[in-house]
């Protein structure tokens, strides 16, 4: 316990100290921003996936349900649609 209190204390000196230099970030921004909009992609598809299954069963078993199973397929979409706006005001 006593060496990790002591290389936790080591390795937070040198960014506590005045005069430090800026240590540079781990994934650069045009990276996460990448990271972000692709895990936003591949959330909607796995959604889709289960929703787009229940909506064409719906959509055979009665007629009148294609407009609620459309909507309910491409609403994951606007997920993906909202990453993109979030990564074009941020950079």
Known sequence: MLEFVFAFVSTLAPLIQEGGTQ????????????????????????????IGAAAVGAIAE??????????LTVLPETLVILALVVV???L
């Not at 240590?23 to 289960?50: C, H, K």
């Not at 009665?62 to 909507?71: A, E, P, V």
Request: no cysteine; aromatic share 10%.
């Open 23 to 50: 240590a540079a970030p781990a994934i650069p921004e045009t990276t996460g921003a990448a990271l972000a909009v692709g895990l936003a992609a591949f959330g909607a598809g796995y959604a889709e996936r289960g």
């Open 62 to 71: 009665d007629d009148s349900m294609f407009g609620r199973g459309l909507i």
């Open 88 to 90: 074009f005001l941020t």
